[in-house]
């Protein structure tokens, strides 16, 4: 059987609407895998059964974080908040973990890794860090930004077999202090965190970056959807 991924659902409050990005799902496609979008609940049962049948969670892009679960004020600079999101992550993640589940997570995804292992996040780049990077490019959304300094000996490093990659960027928050469990596996130029991984999981990944705008059109950014869906691929053969 291929690997099953639940991709938690994007929320749009202007309509009341879950919405998905093609790219997500085609992204799992194309690396062999089976992806479905999960319900916005945060309901214990049910993402417990959810965490045991899929073999791997996709946590995907959006809303920022609210800063107090990183134990902050939210600023006035910081984004609009999504607390249904927030809460159904903080419960999807901890079980996702305790099963070993194959994770990749991608923009808000780092941010929620980071933020439900401990660490906190740059609420405002423009505000809070001096950079002279582009981390929210204008569209289209599907054209490298800024160059990316792989960590040597990092997984990413290891997947790729690059010292640099150029991504693209659409995020004005970021990893400030980065959680006890993760390592980092790529910055910008600018010291920004932007990828990083759990060494004690078997494959905890996640970027800052836009794999899915790329759509298949970017080789980096399919190596690692094909590296998310194999690791998945490896759970479920014992499912
Ligand atoms: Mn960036």
């Known amino acids: 059987m291929a690997a099953l991924i639940g991709l938690v659902p994007l929320w749009d409050e202007n309509k009341d609407s879950y919405w998905m990005l093609p790219g997500y799902m085609n992204g799992i496609l194309r690396a062999g895998g089976v992806p479905v979008m999960l319900p916005l609940t945060d309901d214990e049962e049910v993402l417990a059964q959810l965490s045991k049948q899929c073999d791997g969670f996709l946590f995907t892009g959006g809303h920022d974080i609210d800063p107090g679960l990183y134990g902050e004020e939210k600023k006035q600079t910081c984004g609009v908040c999504c607390s249904a999101r927030d809460a159904m992550e903080s419960r999807l993640l901890k079980m996702a973990l305790e099963e070993d589940k194959a994770v990749l997570g991608i923009c808000r995804g780092i941010q929620f890794l980071n933020v439900g292992l ?40 290891k997947l790729l077999g690059k010292e640099e990659i150029a991504v693209n960027s659409c995020h004005h928050q970021a990893v400030k202090a980065l959680a006890d469990g993760l390592r980092v596996m790529a910055k910008a130029p600018d010291g920004l965190v932007e990828a990083v991984y759990m060494p004690k999981k078997n494959f905890v990944w996640a970027v800052q970056w836009h794999p899915e705008f790329f759509d298949g059109k970017d080789e980096n950014s399919n190596r690692i959807f094909e590296a998310f869906v194999g690791a998945a691929q490896k759970n479920a053969g014992q499912r």
């Open 118 to 157: 401990g660490g906190t996040l740059y609420q405002d780049i423009p505000t809070e860090v001096e950079t002279k990077e582009e981390h929210r490019q204008k569209p289209p959304y599907d054209m490298p930004s800024h160059r990316l300094i792989l960590e040597k000996g990092a997984p990413l490093e």
